[in-house]
Each structure stands twice: as C-alpha cells, then as structure tokens.
C-alpha cells in the first residue's frame, strides 16, 4: 500500500487556507480538476472522475452503464463484498463466478454463468493480480455484455501494456487506507464513453441539476446522490499519484528478486498470474490447506492464508447469501427474471484454491535486504534444485 507523509501534508495547506473545500465552490480548478486531468493522462482515458469512495466508483459505474432491474451482474467468488453489493444497489442482482489459481475470475466459468439475462461482468483485479482481460473481453464482446472493470486493489498496474480499470467500458478505482493511491478514502470511476461519463458525474451529484457550466453530452438529466470528493482529497491525490508509478516499479523488482529465490523451494509452487512480465504481486499454491496453514504460521511475517482473510470470500457474505434488503418492496431478487440462489458452498473450486494458498507481500515500503532475507527463510537452507519448478501457468482457465 501507498505511503502517506509529509508532502501530503503540505499539500493540504494551501487548500484549507483557501477555504474552498467543496468540489462546487469557486474551486471548480482545483486540485480535484488537477488529479483527474493527470489520471487521465497518465492512465490513458478520456473521463477521470472522483467519488467519495471505491463503492461508490462502482456502483456509478453501474448506474453510468445503465444497468438496473432484472439484470444479472457476474462477480467473482474472491472480491471485498462491496463488489457484489454493488449491483444490488442499482436493483440488479450479482452472480458469483468461481475464479481459477490466479485468484481472478474465470473465464471458463464466466461462460457457464451467462444467461439471457446477464448483462454485465465485473472482473476484479485482485491483490494486484490481473484478470486474463483478452479473454474476458472476446467473451464479453461476443454475448454482448458491457465490461466494468473493478481495479480497485490493482490502481496503476498493467495488463499487456494498458493499465486495469481502462480495458472495459468503464473501470472503478478505491484510494482508501490499504491501496496503492491512499488518501484514507476515495475512489474514481473512468471510461472513454462521453455517454457514461456524464451519467456517472449525474448520478455522483445530487446537485448536478444547477452545475449549469457540465456538459452532459446531451443526455436527459438524472436524480443523484452525493459520491462527491472533496478538494482536500484531491491535494492529496495529486502528491500519492506522482508516487503510484515508482511504488508500482518497486513491486515488479520485488516480484522477480522474491520468486527467483522461491524457484529454489521444493514444496512452493509460485502462483500462475496472467501477465508475468507486469506481474505485482504473488501468491503461492500448495496441494493441501493445512500445508498452507502451516506455511502461513510459521512465516507469518508477510505471508497470509488467503482463506483466512474471511472477509473477501464469498462465503462469508452473509447479506449476500441471505439475499437482505433495505426494504422488502426494494428487492432486487423480486425484479429478477429468475430465481437466484446462493449457499456457502456454491463455487468449491474457489474455496478449494483458496485455502491451498498464501499471499506473499513485496515489502514495496521496506528495505530489499530485508525482503531477501524473509524470502530465503520461507525457502530453507535444504532447498538447492531450483530446476524442477518454474511458475505453473497450467491453471490459468481452469
């Protein structure tokens, strides 16, 4: 994750003493305007827009697609929930979709999960791992299905020479405490589609109705709500933005330094990942979970059981699973055209990977030496065949 010191810190200052702080206040210029013409540029997309937070990024997103009631929203099995909560919100309804042993989703299971009613795919660039997008888009072009790409643990990361998040007709960002732009929270939705820009800067301001100086490319105006960041967010975003590249450097150094000393284990298969000459960030399998449980325990400096973090697996979704509303007139699962059932057990493939691997952190904030260091101890002094094994990429459709 992004550091946060002192040049955000001194960022702030001219803002505060400014007293423009609102998005719409006189500050229409500001630093706010500053970070999204950057973004756009640096990422490569006509519309950068900021929200309040990364939920909020998605959920835009899906109102800006124009996705709503009876429509069915593929999501995969291993996401923060708010990836599947999301289509809720505009009253559609998510589908979960196993992902493989790169820990994103998969496509051969995307293809199981189509229906006449699918309308959209949610593929979610997890703990820096990209989805295999080339794929997922001839899949999405053919059963003609719009592309959201959640990039929110992935901001600054590449697939084939584009950066996640600008692959798919729209893309949402997080910046909160634990990205790789942080500014506590914060998120941002971008597109190449000017249609989809404006409903999406709509639907963020509830105000957007008296903003006379927005250009909504002709589009009939629509009631919003309030995902606006504010100029504090954006002082910050410009300082962490001219961080993300040099961070994302250090991690792909980091990723080749840590798995060349890996390679010399005999019991450590290093993940597979989708683009290995971009790849930022690892994970290694093991053929049983209590082999990972244990491997987890011993190193647990850097190194977590993926099944443990409870929190980004489906089965612990409980508003999810028990289908809960706000209010039982304001149920997506009514407005489905079919019934949608889930159960803890569902995508076994998924929690089958899942408790067979660990994550590995690349120390991107700590000494090289000191990465070295905690990586030959996961390995061990017996281990000298570094030519049996090489990075498995044998499940990457599975």
Known sequence: MARVGLREWLALAPVIAS?????????????????????????????????????????AALVAAGIGPGDEVLVPAYTWIATAAAPLAVGAVPVIVDIDATLTISPNDILRKITPNTKAIIPVHMANKV?????????????R?????????????SYKGRRVGT??????????????????????????????????RMYHDVGAVFRGHLDNANMP????????????????????????DPMIGRMRRRYDIMSSILLKSRHLQIGPH????????MHVLFDTPDEAVAFAREHKRGVQRIYDSSRHIFSFWQPILQQSVVHPRMNPYDWAAREIEYEPNMCAASLDILKRTCRISLGENYPMPLM????????????????????NTSYRNS
């Open 19 to 59: 007293g423009r702080l609102a998005r719409y206040n006189g500050a229409e210029g500001g630093p706010l305007a500053r970070f999204e013409a950057a973004f756009s540029n640096q990422f490569g997309v006509k519309h950068t827009l900021t929200t309040s937070n990364g939920t909020g990024a998605l959920i």
């Open 131 to 143: 989805c295999e997008m080339d794929t997922i888009m001839g899949i999405a072009r053919k059963h």
């Open 145 to 157: 299905l719009l592309v959201i790409e959640d990039a929110c643990q992935a901001v600054g990361v």
């Open 167 to 200: 692959i798919g007709d729209l893309g949402a960002f997080s910046f909160n405490q634990f990205k790789n732009i942080s500014i506590g929270e914060g998120g941002a939705v971008v597109t190449n589609n000017d249609e989809y820009f404006a409903r999406a």
């Open 221 to 244: 105006l629509i009631p919003g709500v309030n995902l606006k960041a504010s100029q504090i967010q954006g002082a910050m975003l410009n300082v962490q933005l001219k961080k993300l």
């Open 274 to 281: 989708n683009d290995l000459p971009n790849a930022a960030g």
């Open 372 to 391: 070295r260091y905690l990586t030959r101890r996961m390995v061990g002094p017996a281990a000298t065949d570094i030519g049996h094994l090489v990075p």
